[in-house]
């Protein structure tokens, strides 16, 4: 990760399907605060639990660059939905979140769409893929929030 802060030309970093953990996370979030050209990091299908997406949450509220994260088929629970909400409401420059197959339930997603209603500006993301997550009730409260999208 550290040949990655000063690196100027990877747009591209793939680590899907490596059984990663959170110290990755947390390695690439202080990654992301000080990158300016990655725009798309993949972590599906690793092992990344709600504390690690807190960190790369809080890591791109600084980050004006990454356009796609792809976070499907990780360990995350409902408390990253809230995390993940918080950050929206400030990066101008997220447009595609790849939520899917994670353990988000009701509860991730309700927090997930409180924050993009309650957003003062317009929400940059294009694609929100929430697919097998359990969504249950939470679909109305989804639905409320779609037209910020």
């Known amino acids: 990760c550290d040949a990655l802060k000063v690196n100027q030309t990877v747009a591209t970093l793939d680590l899907g399907w490596n059984e990663l953990r959170d ?8 990654t992301l605060q000080v990158n300016n050209s990655l725009q798309r990091l ?15 949450a809080i ?11 792809g976070l499907s088929n990780n360990s995350m629970s ?14 101008d420059t997220l447009t595609t979140l790849d939520l899917s197959y994670n353990g988000l339930a009701s ?5 997930l769409c409180t924050a993009i209603q309650g957003m003062k ?29």
Do not use: W
């Open 107 to 111: 509860e991730g997603i309700m927090a």
């Open 78 to 91: 409902a408390s990253a939905g809230s995390f993940l909400g918080t950050m929206l409401t400030v990066n």
């Open 42 to 56: 993949i972590l599906d299908r690793n092992k990344l639990t709600s504390d690690g997406v807190s960190a790369l």
């Open 23 to 30: 110290e990755l996370a947390f390695e690439l979030a202080n």
């Open 59 to 69: 890591a791109l509220h600084n980050n004006h660059k990454l356009r796609y994260l």
């Open 121 to 149: 500006r317009p929400c940059t993301l294009q694609t929100l893929n929430l697919c097998c997550n359990k969504v249950g009730p939470s679909a109305a409260q989804l639905g409320l929030a779609l037209p910020k999208l």
